[in-house]
């Protein structure tokens, strides 16, 4: 009796271990089998994700070009003011982009800054007898503003002759060709005279002085080149124009 429940005993505890051994393999099994499907699934998802993101990029890059194929090009009509007493020119895009001034120097852009300091030399020499020949205080102002406009464009123009190697004209340069400019008689005259005399031989030269520097400075619109000097010569026009105005006024009034 006993040995038959032995045999029973044993028979048990050798048909427990089978079923653990057989239940930790199908475990093992089903954990391979999941982890190989979760890698599937993630290859899966990494595989979607860098074909999005290449045809992002694909579509982009076409967008980009598909812009900048169908960019519009301006056929619009340029409208070129014209030098002073010329009139406004409507020019293509084409003209447009070759109506450009030169940035290079030619003789008539070094003629008129060489110049142009030897006049504006004059033109301060005159300004500096106001304050103590004057009698009006509205032509003190004047002079006084004259000084402050040109000698500042005396240094610019200078510095702009070093930078390009140029020489600086002389202190005492023959100018006898310079429109506008007085004899050395006339600026012994103006040195001379003092109150209501000083103040109407000042207007009249002043005003013959500015309307020189207005044809010089028209010249170098004309036959200069240099974008630089072309600014310059344009705000010489502008701003000695405004200022024959107001003598003129002070002349009649």
Not at 156 to 177: F, I, K, N, Q, Y
Not at 205 to 212: I, L, S
Request: net charge neutral; charged share 25%; proline share 5%.
């Amino acid at each position: 009796m006993r040995s038959a429940q032995d045999s029973r005993k044993r028979s048990a505890r050798a048909n427990g271990g089978r079923f653990a051994r057989d239940g930790r393999a199908r475990l093992a099994r089903d954990g391979r089998a999941r982890l190989a499907r979760d890698g599937r699934a993630r290859l899966g998802h990494v595989f979607v994700a860098g074909v999005a993101f290449l045809f992002s990029a694909c579509s982009l890059s076409a967008c980009a070009e598909d812009v900048r194929e169908s960019a519009p090009v301006s056929t619009a009509p340029v409208i070129a003011p014209g030098r002073p007493g010329e009139e406004a020119r409507t020019l293509s895009p084409a003209e447009a982009a070759t109506a450009v001034p030169s940035p290079t120097v030619n003789a008539a852009d070094v003629r008129y800054v060489q110049d142009m300091i030897v006049h504006h030399r004059q033109a301060l020499d005159m300004a500096a007898l106001a304050p103590s020949h004057a009698s009006s205080a509205k032509l003190k102002a004047l002079a006084a503003r004259i000084h402050d406009v040109q000698e500042p464009e005396i240094r610019v123009m200078t510095s702009w002759l070093d930078r390009e190697h140029l020489p600086r004209p002389d202190h005492h340069a023959d100018h006898d060709d310079m429109p506008g400019m007085a004899t050395p008689e006339q600026m012994k005259a103006l040195r001379a005279a003092s109150g209501a005399t000083f103040d109407s031989l000042f207007l009249q030269m002043m005003v013959a002085h500015h309307e020189g520097a207005i044809a010089m400075a028209t010249t170098a619109l004309t036959e200069g080149s240099h974008l630089t000097i072309e600014q310059w010569a344009t705000d010489v026009i502008a701003e000695q124009t405004a200022e024959i105005r107001r003598m003129r006024e002070m002349r009649g009034a």
